[in-house]
Nanobody, 120 residues
């Protein structure tokens, strides 16, 4: 499984970005977005079930970020709105068989990171 994340960049606080993850999605798998800020542990941001599109969000991004999938294109997206300086991090997409979990160690397949920098 080779996931390819893209779409990062520099944005001002309050702005928006959309991240993409290619080569995503398999039946009975779930997709997730994680992020890792400098000096911090990687953390769960959002997840979506490939079959039904059920979503889960970290409290820190709820009501600002939206995860979605395009099954035909095998793409997963993370729409990030009202970005804050604390959202600055490398963002990673990941996939696993089973349920959405915030435990990073339980995700087996990862894409490379895409850097998001939010200037205040």
């Amino acid at each position: 499984v080779q996931l390819q994340a893209s779409g990062g960049g520099l944005v001002q606080a309050g702005g928006s970005l959309r991240l993409s993850c290619a080569n995503a999605g398999r039946t009975n798998y779930v997709m997730g977005w994680f992020r890792q800020a400098p000096g911090k542990q990687r953390e769960f941001v959002a997840g979506i079930t490939w079959n039904w599109g059920t979503t889960v969000y970290a409290d820190s991004v709820k009501d600002r970020f939206i995860i979605s999938r395009d099954k035909a294109k095998r793409m997963v997206y993370l729409q990030m709105n009202n970005l804050k300086a604390e959202d600055t991090a490398a963002y990673y997409c990941a996939t696993r068989s089973g349920d959405i979990t915030p435990r990073t160690s339980e995700w087996g397949y990862w894409g490379q990171g895409t850097l998001v920098t939010v200037s205040s």
